[in-house]
C-alpha cells in the first residue's frame, strides 16, 4: 500500500527536463535523452497533465 501511495503522488514528468519561457507562454518538455523535445502551449500543457486521483 505504501509503495501504491509513493506511485500516485510522484510527480509524472522531470521538473529538471523542464523549460517554461513566459514571454511566449510556451512550456518545452526535453526527452530523457536529450535528442527531441516537444513544445506546449501553456494550456495545452495543463491539459496534457495526467489528471492523479485525490487520495
Known amino acids: 500500500m505504501e509503495n501504491l501511495t ?3 503522488v ?6 529538471e527536463r523542464m523549460t517554461y519561457i513566459a514571454e511566449e507562454s510556451k512550456a ?5 535523452d536529450g535528442k527531441e523535445e516537444k513544445v506546449f502551449g501553456a494550456l495545452e500543457w495543463w491539459a496534457a ?3 492523479k486521483p485525490k487520495l
Open 49 to 51: 497533465m495526467p489528471v
Open 28 to 32: 518545452i518538455h526535453q526527452s530523457k
Open 6 to 8: 509513493r506511485y500516485i
Open 10 to 15: 510522484r510527480a509524472s514528468f522531470s521538473q
